[in-house]
Every structure is written in structure tokens, then in C-alpha cells.
């Protein structure tokens, strides 16, 4: 089955500087790559989402990059807020009801 | 809009003990899934729903029932719980299947078996 690697497991960036969050997956079949946002206490929540035939994505400071040659793919997010500190899951899937998630990357914003 | 409600939010259970994890949804979603979340792990699937009278195992079934008798519940069962079931316990819908379409997560239930 499919397996997906998260790097790092922990995250520390200053205020207003960039993050970077990378995974690797195994299934050269997956062809849909979300990331989920988990706050405290909370559920996890989809961020933005990337499918095999797009190299790259964005949504105001957040992109997503896809590099289906080497299966990877990362989050970067761009002039970090307070706010962005969470728990981000990148997560693979060939399209059908099953997503394989990355372990986790907790990210911690320092004012 | 409620979305997604998981009750209950805390629960601690002896071993031995069987417990029901319910969930329910408004929007009228087709897929709906359980999960587990432990520590430094992820989230692994226990089960899952394409509809209504159907279900399917996922990654991590065994200790684990679940029933779907109308598109808005689905209840996880435990029936011997054991310490190896302490976790976090996510429900979570979609209109069309998780992998490609957004997943909606409820809150969670935190359950202890000591």
C-alpha cells in the first residue's frame, strides 16, 4: 500500500518568515495530494490540495509543489502569522476513499 | 451549519468495557470515515461509508464495529476496549471519496483505556 514520509516533525519560524513542509510518497499510482491544518483541539481542516497533472499550486501565502518524478511534494508558506502555528498533515490517495497521511509536522510561529 | 458533530468528547473506559463513538453529519454527504490518531503516527482509517447499508474496512479495523443505517450517522463501536485503543478519534465526510474531494473532521473523542 501506500506510504507516505512527513519532514520535519517539528517546525520552528519566525514571525513573517517562510516554512517549508515536505513529503514523500510510495505509490507511483496516487494522483491527489492534500494538506489538512489541525489547530488544538480541533479536527483537521484541508488547506489546499494538488492533483498529478499540476506541478504547482497557490492560494494567497500558501503553495504546494508537486514533483511526481522524484514523489514528493511540499507546503510552503510564505510571510508566517502567529495563526499558521498548527499541525500540518500532507496526505496521498489514488482517488478512491482511502488517504494515506504523513505523520505530522507541528509548526510553531515565534512572535 | 453544524457540519460535523462527534460526541462524546472525552470518555474513559475500563478494559473490558464496550463503548459507541457516535457521529452524525448535516451535509447530506455520502462518505463518511473513521480514524485514529495517535502520537507522532498520523491518522490511520479504521472504516469507512460509501452510503447508507454499506461499509468497508480500512487500515486499522480489528476491535472496531460500525453500522451506516441512514446517511447522516455513523457510529464506531468498541466492544472489549484495550489499552491499545487509547487515541484520538476522528469522524470525517465527504461528498464525493476523501481522495478526491475535501474531507470535513469533527472535533474528535479523546478515549483512555485504563
Known amino acids: 500500500g501506500e506510504n507516505v514520509e512527513q519532514h520535519p516533525s517539528t517546525l520552528s519560524v519566525q514571525e513573517g518568515d517562510s516554512a517549508v513542509i515536505k513529503c514523500t510518497y510510495s505509490?507511483?499510482?496516487?494522483?491527489?495530494f492534500p494538506w489538512y491544518k489541525q489547530e488544538l483541539g480541533k479536527g483537521p481542516q484541508l488547506i489546499i490540495d494538488i492533483r498529478s497533472n499540476v506541478g504547482e499550486k497557490k492560494d494567497q501565502r500558501i503553495a504546494v509543489t508537486l514533483n511526481k518524478t522524484a514523489k514528493h511534494f511540499s507546503l510552503h508558506i510564505t510571510e508566517t502569522q502567529p495563526e499558521d502555528s498548527a499541525v500540518y498533515f500532507c496526505?496521498?490517495?489514488?482517488?478512491?476513499?482511502?488517504?494515506?497521511f504523513g505523520t505530522g509536522t507541528r509548526l510553531t510561529i515565534i512572535p | 451549519n453544524a457540519g460535523v458533530t462527534q460526541t462524546p468528547k472525552f470518555r474513559i473506559l475500563k478494559i473490558g468495557q464496550s463503548m459507541t463513538l457516535q457521529c452524525t453529519q448535516d451535509?447530506?454527504?455520502?462518505?463518511m470515515y473513521w480514524y485514529r490518531q495517535d502520537p507522532g503516527m498520523g491518522l490511520k482509517l479504521i472504516y469507512y461509508s460509501v452510503g447508507a447499508g454499506i461499509t468497508d474496512k480500512g487500515e486499522v479495523p480489528n476491535g472496531y464495529n460500525v453500522s451506516r443505517s441512514t446517511t447522516e450517522d455513523f457510529p464506531l463501536r468498541l466492544e472489549l476496549a484495550a489499552p491499545s485503543q487509547t487515541s484520538v478519534y476522528f469522524c470525517?465526510?465527504?461528498?464525493?471519496?476523501?481522495?478526491?474531494?475535501?474531507?470535513?473532521f469533527g472535533q474528535g473523542t479523546r478515549l483512555t483505556v485504563v
Open positions: 496526505a496521498a490517495s489514488r482517488g478512491n476513499e482511502k488517504l494515506t
Open positions: 505509490d507511483s499510482a496516487s494522483n491527489y
Open positions: 451535509m447530506n454527504h455520502n462518505y
Open positions: 470525517a465526510s465527504s461528498l464525493g471519496a476523501s481522495g478526491i474531494t475535501e474531507a470535513f
